[in-house]
C-alpha cells in the first residue's frame, strides 16, 4: 500500500523559510511533487519533478523562491521555501504519480497535507 507522509509545515514571519519533506513508501515514483490549496480557492501545482526526464516544473508564483529536490535512496521529496510570502499560505500537499513519462497521467496519490502559514 502507498504511503506519502509530510512534514515540515508550521508558520513563519514573512522573508523566512520553511522545508517540507515528503517521504514516500509502498513503491516508487518517477514524478513526484509538491500541490497547494488555499482557503477558498482551488488547488494549485507549485513544484513537479519527473526523475526519467529530468525536468522540474515551477508555478510563476515560486519560481526563484522555491526548491523541489528529491533523494532516491530515502524515496523523498523536499520543497526548500525562501522568502516566503503571506500568499503562500496553504495546505501544501505532496502528490505523486504512477505514470513512467513526464505527464501526470497516470493513478495519483496523495499526502495528507501540511499547514504553511506566513504572517506580514
Known amino acids: 500500500q502507498v504511503h506519502l507522509v509530510e512534514s515540515g509545515g508550521g508558520s513563519v514571519q514573512a522573508g523566512g523559510s520553511l522545508r517540507l519533506s515528503c517521504a514516500a513508501s509502498?513503491?516508487?515514483?518517477?514524478?513526484m511533487g509538491w500541490f497547494r490549496q488555499a482557503p477558498g480557492k482551488e488547488r494549485e501545482a507549485v513544484a513537479t519533478?519527473?526523475?526519467?526526464?529530468?525536468?522540474?516544473y515551477y508555478a510563476d508564483s515560486v519560481r526563484g523562491r522555491f526548491t523541489i529536490s528529491r533523494d532516491n535512496a530515502k524515496n523523498t521529496v523536499y520543497l526548500q521555501m525562501n522568502s516566503l510570502k503571506p500568499e503562500d499560505t496553504a495546505v501544501y500537499y505532496c502528490?505523486?504519480?504512477?505514470?513512467?513519462?513526464?505527464?501526470?497521467?497516470?493513478?495519483?496519490?496523495w499526502g495528507q497535507g501540511t499547514q504553511v502559514t506566513v504572517s506580514s
Open positions: 502528490a505523486a504519480d504512477s505514470s513512467l513519462g513526464s505527464k501526470w497521467n497516470g493513478d495519483k496519490y
Open positions: 519533478l519527473s526523475w526519467s526526464a529530468g525536468s522540474t
Open positions: 509502498g513503491r516508487t515514483f518517477n514524478n
